[in-house]
């Protein structure tokens, strides 16, 4: 079955970046003029999904602002055409959906936000704060591999045995390709406890049974977690973990923020070159 939907949780509070995030949700901090959400949806649009549900918390009302048209503005564009193909070209690629996650109750609760939405159909899923370049969109090479092998997939990449302690690292039995077989996944080991390198990096295919085994899940701390459902699944050989192609940047952290906006900035066609004479000089002056 063609994966056709998609959902996009973002009811995390942003706490790294207060105190913008108090007023501004984190997802829809600019990457120079443009959400990192906005990219998140461009992704899985380019993917061919044709419905997506981004799923809200409490003060994230502003995210659905961006998304919804809003013709007061378009009329006062109407004069400026460039402006105004910028703003219509936010809504014109696929159906964008609005659900609500009323508590911060963890990432599997959110997901089960969306069982009305995914009904049968596998899915995929995007974090709302993981932006990842790539030459093809990392949710299509996912949709790929799940056409290839159907199950439950997490995308991964290799990281740094010193950074383990940040992510989910996937214990795996064996390698094909790009595609890791695993027993289970441990949440931010230390470089000695860590099992592999390969780390969970908030992109995601899942089947309709995550449901079940979300349901299963004990709450700790408030939180039912996703992580615990996929290691059900994963110990009855229905989920494995994809090494995909791609630059990732933390955009709920400080530092990959700073990251993608110069990064991005220099790959702009109208001020890249400017800009990386810009950072040349700065370099040079500072040496």
């Known amino acids: 079955m063609k994966i056709r939907k998609a959902i996009i949780p973002c009811g995390g509070m942003g706490t790294r970046f207060m105190p913008v995030t108090k007023a501004v949700p984190k997802e829809i901090l600019p990457v120079v003029d ?21 799923i809200l918390g409490k003060g994230k009302d502003a995210i659905k602002e961006f998304f919804t048209p809003n013709k007061h503005l378009e009329s006062v564009l109407k004069n400026k055409p460039e402006l105004l193909a910028t703003i219509k070209d936010i809504n014109k690629n696929g159906e964008i959906r609005f659900g609500l996650q009323k508590e911060p109750r963890g990432s599997g609760d959110a ?31 996912l949709s790929d591999a799940y056409d290839a092998e159907k199950g439950v997939i997490i995308g991964v990449q290799k990281v740094e045995r010193a950074e383990t302690s940040k992510y989910g690292i996937i214990d795996p039995t ?37 449901y079940e085994y979300i349901e299963k899940v004990k709450e700790v701390n408030g939180e039912i977690g996703l992580t615990d459902a996929i290691c059900g699944m994963m110990k009855e050989g229905k989920a494995y973990a994809y090494e995909f192609d791609g630059n990732r940047y933390d955009m709920g952290d400080k530092f990959g923020a700073l990251t993608a906006t110069v990064e991005l900035s220099l790959k702009r066609p109208d001020f890249g070159d400017k800009f990386r004479a810009y950072l040349k000089k700065l370099v040079q002056d500072a040496d």
Not at 116 to 141: H, W, Y
Not at 185 to 204: D, F, H, M, T, W
Request: net charge negative; glycine share 6%; proline share 7%.
């Open 34 to 54: 443009t959400p990192v959400l906005a990219y998140i949806v461009k992704e899985l649009q380019d993917s061919g999904i044709e419905e997506i549900l981004i």
């Open 111 to 141: 997901v089960m936000c969306a069982r009305e939405f995914t009904r049968d159909e596998p899915f995929c899923m995007s974090n709302g704060d993981d932006l990842i370049i790539s030459d093809v969109p990392v949710a299509k090479q």
């Open 174 to 210: 064996k390698t094909n390709g790009r595609t890791v077989y695993c027993r289970g996944i441990v949440e931010k080991p230390s470089s000695e406890n860590a099992p592999s390198q390969y780390a969970a990096l908030g992109r995601y295919v899942l089947t309709p049974e995550i």
